[in-house]
């Protein structure tokens, strides 16, 4: 795919005249916005910063949950040149504090109250001071007749009387995702108007997004995976429904009263979707993928497939902060058992993958397992303000290190690279010399009857190496099959994995620890790492 000529605004632009009456964001105040409104709105939000001495090259922050203000402020970014960091409405003091400082911001859009939380008092008490632009939401006017009346009530404090000169560039920064740390605070990944123009359009070509593409939009915008999805549907014309929080249930009404082609989830959010009363069996939904969150992503896609008769398919996807997601998925017409893996083809030819020994840095063939690493027009060529940071995120010649492991595939008839992601490389064990991935354990583990979920994590032992340990969710039903112990497991696996692949003790949990972040919830590993060393007596540093 050859890189787009135009800039990202004069994209939309174009897409707003060919059917610029068209609804293109709806969220659940009841606004619903016409690809023109939206515009419109963008431009004059656009003119609004440059009232407010923010001009190319400034960054704001948007703290909000997926309702019309985000659309409207992302287009209006790339409209007037300057940059959106995106900030996760669960980030409290010391985040935000850190967050503000590296990226020197000095104005944010906040929600006014959003699960429990006064927006506005809270960024008053950071230690950096920022101008506060209050979004009222659903404390404030409500869902109106004039759509366009009720959205510019919503940015009133922001909004010119019309529209400015549209100012966007190429190497702008454009929309900032925030990414873990090893100081334990956030990272900065900041996208140019140019590097997201262009993944937004692959996006687009890949999964054949058009005026008839109607996205659900759950997943918070502040994340590469519900920014991707959605703003790609609005460059293509399509519509997105806006979701503030998950909800099975209003999920699937949303699929049956908005008309849904396009949805993308965790591989948990689906499962809830398919065991809702709502989701119906004769659904608009076609397209979609998955990331594997909970092991779950199999299972998932043939319950999903199951109800629909095959109407809806789904495939696996991969993405980051760093490379925006959405990056790559596996052919919709492959046989389920394929489309299952997490990895896939990557969306543009213009990207490119390799894997490497994550110890000795020499490249491997197709199928040996270690550490991914990509390069492309997609990634970010270094983090904000953290040169730290950069120079272990990426190879001297310029690769960046995903902390992924995984192999890499033969490319598929289009000349699209692929690859198989297979862990998390700090998750990945090193036993007895061999690379493991904790997965293969956890599924043999649950194969047991009487196990509903299992997780692996290793713990390094001096003088040995990684050791791995097991902990398993027991299954409510087989209840009155025979009881099972720690032997039981540790002979379940003897008898069906490699010796060195064996846990070295099995632990049983009544559930486990998650974080909720912008791309779904997920098992703290590094909690049960701890336990783990606890119960070894050895120390945690792997």
Not at 220 to 234: D, I, Q, R, S, V
Not at 369 to 384: A, D, K, S, V
Request: proline content about 5%; charged content about 20%; overall charge negative.
């Amino acid at each position: 795919m050859a890189a787009p000529e135009s800039s990202l605004w004069d994209h939309y632009t174009a897409t707003v005249a060919a059917d610029p009456d068209r609804w293109a964001v709806a969220d659940q105040q009841g606004r619903r916005l016409t690809h023109r409104e939206l515009q419109e709105l963008a431009g004059r939000a656009s003119a609004g910063f440059a009232a407010s001495g923010l001009g190319p090259g400034s960054i704001i922050g948007v703290f909000l949950p997926n309702r019309v203000s985000w659309p409207v402020l992302a287009l209006a970014a790339a409209h007037s040149g300057i940059g959106v960091l995106g900030l996760n409405t669960r980030f409290r003091r010391a985040e935000l504090n850190h967050l503000l400082g590296v990226a020197e911001i000095d104005v944010v859009v906040v929600a006014d109250q959003f699960l429990g939380i006064d927006g506005p008092t809270l960024f008053d008490r950071l230690d950096r001071p920022v101008q506060v632009i209050v979004d009222p939401g659903d404390d404030g006017i409500g869902p109106a007749d004039d759509a366009m009346t009720a959205s510019t009530e919503l940015l009133s404090d922001l909004l010119s009387d019309r529209p400015g000169e549209a100012v966007g560039a190429g190497e702008h920064p454009l929309i900032g995702f925030t990414t873990s740390g090893t100081t334990g605070l956030p990272k900065i990944a900041m996208h140019t108007q140019r590097q997201t123009h262009h993944h937004l359009v692959a996006v687009i070509d890949r999964f054949g997004l058009g005026a008839d593409t109607v996205t659900l939009a759950p997943l918070p915008l502040c994340g590469a995976f519900g920014y991707t999805a959605a703003m790609a549907t609005l460059l293509a014309g399509g519509a997105v429904a806006a979701h503030e929080t998950w909800s099975a249930d209003a999920a699937a009404a949303a699929i049956d009263e908005e008309g849904v082609t396009f949805f993308n989830a965790s591989d948990d959010m689906l499962l809830g979707l398919a065991s809702s009363d709502r989701f119906r069996v004769d659904t608009t939904w076609t397209l979609g993928g998955f990331a594997d969150f909970t092991n779950a992503g199999a299972e998932a896609v043939a319950t999903i497939e199951e109800i629909t008769a095959g109407a809806t398919r789904l495939a696996g996807l991969y993405g980051s902060s760093e490379g925006f997601a959405l990056m790559s998925t596996w052919d919709r017409r492959a046989p389920q058992s394929e489309r299952v893996r997490n990895g896939g083809f990557l969306v543009s030819p213009d990207m490119a993958v390799r894997c490497c020994d994550p110890e000795s840095g020499a490249r491997l063939r197709n199928g040996e397992p270690g550490e991914l690493q990509f390069r492309g027009p997609n990634l970010i060529t270094g983090y904000l303000n953290n040169p730290d940071a950069d120079q272990r995120a990426f190879t001297d010649d310029g690769w960046y290190r995903s902390g992924d492991l995984g192999q890499t595939v033969e490319p598929d008839g289009d000349g699209h690279q692929g690859f198989i992601y297979l862990a998390r490389l700090g998750d990945t064990l090193r036993l007895r010399g061999f690379l493991c991935d904790p997965a293969e354990i956890e599924h043999h583990l649950e194969l047991h009857r009487r196990v509903e979920l299992a997780q692996v994590v290793g713990v390094r032992r001096p003088g040995v190496g990684d050791v791995a340990v097991g902990f398993v969710l027991l299954s409510d039903c087989n209840q009155d099959a025979k009881p099972v112990n720690e032997a039981d497991l540790l002979a379940h696996c003897h008898q069906g994995l490699a010796n060195y692949k064996r846990p070295e003790r099995i632990i049983f949990v009544e559930d486990f620890p998650v974080t909720d972040g912008p791309n779904g919830t997920k098992i703290r590993k590094v909690d049960l790492r701890e336990r783990a060393a606890r119960l070894l007596g050895v120390g945690t540093e792997r």
